[in-house]
């Protein structure tokens, strides 16, 4: 078990908020531009989108129970995000 460290993310993360802490260090020094992630939409419903900065990944914390269409995400977002 792990737990975040800064609030922000355990406040919202139901597990410790650990995944979603990492992305935001990963962005923060530049290891990763971007990740793709799960949203819930105003009906609940999972959508994946790519998250590029902490408020973006803010929004996407927490677990979600529902596959979501990720790879979606991926794809239409690969000509957006410089590839290393």
Do not use: H
Not at 9 to 19: E, I, L, P, S
Request: neutral net charge; contains cysteine.
């Amino acid at each position: 078990m792990a737990r975040a460290r800064e609030e922000v993310w355990t406040d919202r993360g139901q597990n410790g908020g650990v995944v979603s802490a990492l992305i935001d260090l990963a962005i923060d020094k530049g290891v990763i531009q971007a990740a793709v992630l799960t949203r819930r939409d105003a009906a609940l419903l999972p959508r994946g989108i790519i998250a590029s900065d902490r408020e973006e990944i803010l929004a996407c914390a927490g677990s979600s129970y529902a596959s979501g269409p990720t790879l979606e995400a991926f794809v239409r977002g690969r000509g957006s995000v410089r590839e290393v």
